[in-house]
């Protein structure tokens, strides 16, 4: 038996240093971003001579995607950090859709009310107000009793959107959105180019934004009160304002992710704040694993992907191959696809040793 020296006890760096070491990014986190610039870059490939007749044709899949993607970060943040199910986020993800669309409509070539920064900012800052006023609900009774608050809060707004036929369009959805030129210079064109590069950017920054605030000590003050909510509020944790802060920035998340698809579709529809906006956003996130950050991004890739095979194959009975695939994974797979390469990254470790 070795002897006990302060060199064994020496503690491995200090609280900041170990924080800084945590949000250090990984190889494969360059990876990830890197196919997805490479993806965009396709676009060139026909102008350079080189045939690539997929990635081009699907830009704006491409885009959807990583709106998708988005919309399931927010869920993780709440449910992968704070463990707060939900089943609302459909509904701040349609409210910005509406927001974003609303204000392309009515100030269409009014400067600078156009611009489509300005209104993904004003998607969120409503998603996020509308996020802020129901949480105070969210935060009354268990897992349960929160999951059917949320539930009641989308379908609420879901309604809302049907009624207020003069604001909203009603089922046919709001018209005569037309997305101005981004900062005045880039247009959005048909083939979906411009969208891609933009929504691109915006969900990279929002991540970038969540993953800073994950490895900070906020971060871990949330993984906290999602692991023992009694034991963080012993300990100094303020728990009710942190639930309605990661609860208010998740709404804020999903508004910018509606209004980021109405302003790349530039279309608005009831569809945007339907309650399955939600449950297959929490699929996703299931799908790549809760807690991850990039399982919502995984999850959205796969998800999108199988969705629009199977629906080819089997138009019909698409849902029961996504549900076969669901099952299985909960199954046999722990923490979702991540959990899965996680798994077989440390088989490999130790089987080199």
Request: proline share 3%; charged share 10%.
């Amino acid at each position: 038996m070795s002897a006990v020296t302060s060199e064994n006890l020496r503690p491995i760096g200090t609280p900041s240093e170990q924080l800084v070491a945590a949000a250090r990014w990984r190889w494969f986190e360059f990876l990830f971003w890197g196919i997805a610039i490479l993806c965009g870059l396709s676009m060139f490939a026909p102008m350079l001579g080189f045939n690539v007749p997929i990635i081009p044709s699907k830009m704006m899949l491409m885009s959807e995607i990583l709106i998708l993607g988005l919309l399931a970060l927010s869920i993780d943040l709440c449910l992968g950090y704070a463990g707060l199910v939900t089943l609302g986020q459909g509904a701040f993800f349609g409210i910005g859709a509406y927001t974003a669309g609303l204000l392309a409509k009515h100030g269409a070539g009014v400067a600078p009310l156009s611009d489509p920064i300005l209104g993904l900012l004003a998607a969120g800052l409503v998603a996020g107000f509308v996020g802020f006023a129901t949480s105070f609900l969210v935060l009354r009774g268990s897992d349960l009793t929160r999951l059917m608050v949320t539930l009641g809060v989308a379908l609420i707004v879901e309604e809302l959107v049907n009624k207020l036929k003069d604001i909203t369009g009603g089922s046919d959805g709001l018209q005569g959105v037309m997305s101005s030129p981004i900062l005045g210079i880039w247009e959005f064109d048909l083939f979906g180019k411009t969208a891609f590069w933009y929504t691109l950017i915006v969900v990279f920054v929002c991540f970038w934004f969540c993953r800073r605030l994950v490895n900070s000590s906020y971060g871990y003050s949330l993984r906290a009160i999602k692991g023992n909510a009694l034991r963080a509020r012993a300990i100094g944790v303020p728990v009710n304002a942190r639930l309605i802060q990661v609860y208010t920035l998740a709404a804020a998340i999903a508004g910018i992710a509606g209004g980021l698809l109405a302003q790349t579709t530039q279309f608005a529809s009831p569809d945007m704040v339907a309650f399955h906006r939600s449950a297959d956003s929490l699929l996703m996130v299931i799908f790549g694993g809760a807690g991850y950050l990039y399982g919502g991004l995984i999850g959205s890739v796969v998800f999108r992907i199988m969705q629009d095979f199977l629906s080819n194959i089997t138009p019909q009975y698409w849902l029961f191959w996504v549900g076969v695939v669901l099952v299985l994974l909960v199954l046999f797979v722990r923490n979702g696809i991540i959990g899965l390469l996680s798994a077989a990254v440390s088989r490999s470790k130790g089987a080199g040793k």
